[in-house]
């Protein structure tokens, strides 16, 4: 997300840490994650993308990236698919619509909380 | 999702610590950054080639034109140098849009297949059109030099640009447009 910057930085340090685990979705206010969902976002809708080039894009080791994947799964947020058997399996990893509204809802709450600081 | 040998890596619950929101704002912004240059199928860079192609090519052919009498229509050296950078540049954006799009699936990958096809057919009826001229008699000089010259630029260009205003790319609109109206100058100077 393009645009998000700080009318005032340095202020209030304490309150803003604290308004965050209040307002910011907790699954996407995770520094691993909150890559891993904008990410996901920049694809088209209706877009997926392979595991390595994931990995790849983001840079975290593949059991980083699996373990937050599951999370993010668990919460219905992105959708993974298998296909294929042995070596030649590939995994493909999308945002599903809930993950889309989420990020937009998280951004939305994270400009307010940053503009109003 | 894969099963890699390490999927018992230790990970932190919260994966990277506290976050400030600003630091978010900070990674969000950079990651989004990131991730559309790395998805970018037309990065800035590509326009400024595209730009030196259009330079290159048809500056060889108007060098090669200029003060003919009679008009006889580019040298087969100059043509050369067009096809030449054409393909160099079509090597260009397969490499670039290859990148982009690997590992990538989805409605795009299949919009994507269905342009491909529409400028093949684009770049097929210029081939098309230059039959026909030589079939209705038209000299040496205009079929095979003067047109395969210009007729790229003029057909696929329009293709181009009218792709690119569909989909509200207007730099890239507004090149197609430019280097198909440097064409149809340089075509009638």
Not at chain 2, 13 to 38: F, H, I, K, V, Y
Not at chain 2, 55 to 67: C, E, M
Request: net charge positive; hydrophobic share 45%; with cysteine.
């Amino acid at each position: 997300m393009v645009g998000l910057r700080l009318r005032r930085p340095g202020r209030q340090p304490d309150l803003v840490a604290r308004l965050s685990a209040q307002e910011l979705d907790p699954l996407i206010h995770v520094p691993a994650r909150l890559r891993i969902v904008a990410t996901l976002a920049a694809l088209p809708e209706g877009d997926a993308v392979s595991f390595p080039r994931l990995q790849d894009m983001i840079g975290l080791t593949p059991g980083n990236l699996i373990t937050h994947l599951r999370k993010l799964e668990e919460a219905g947020y992105i959708d993974t698919e298998k296909t294929g058997n042995g070596s030649a399996s590939r995994t493909s990893v999308a945002l599903t619509r809930a993950g889309r509204s989420a990020f937009e809802m998280y951004t939305e709450a994270l400009r307010g909380l940053l503009g109003g600081l | 999702m894969p099963t890699h040998n390490h999927t018992h890596e230790a990970v932190p619950d919260n994966g990277g610590g506290e976050l400030d929101p600003r630091d978010a704002a900070a990674l969000l912004d950079q990651t989004t950054r990131r991730a559309e240059r790395q998805l970018d199928l037309h990065p800035p860079v590509l326009m400024l080639v595209a730009a030196l192609v259009v330079l290159i090519a048809y500056g060889a052919i108007w060098l090669s034109v200029r003060n003919q009498h009679p008009y006889t229509g580019p040298t087969l050296g100059a043509l050369g140098v067009l096809y030449a950078t054409l393909a160099a540049f079509g090597v260009l954006v397969a490499v670039v849009t290859r990148r982009a799009i690997s590992g990538v699936s989805g409605r795009s990958s299949q919009r994507r297949r269905g342009e491909a096809i529409a400028f093949a057919v684009a770049w097929t009826s210029v081939y098309v059109f230059q039959g026909a001229l030589h079939h209705a008699g038209a000299s040496h000089a205009i079929a095979y030099g003067i047109y395969p010259a210009a007729a790229p630029l003029i057909i696929v260009g329009s293709a181009a640009a009218a792709y690119e205003a569909a989909k509200e790319n207007w730099e890239w609109s507004g090149f197609a447009c430019a280097a198909r109206a440097a064409s149809r100058i340089w075509l009638h100077g």
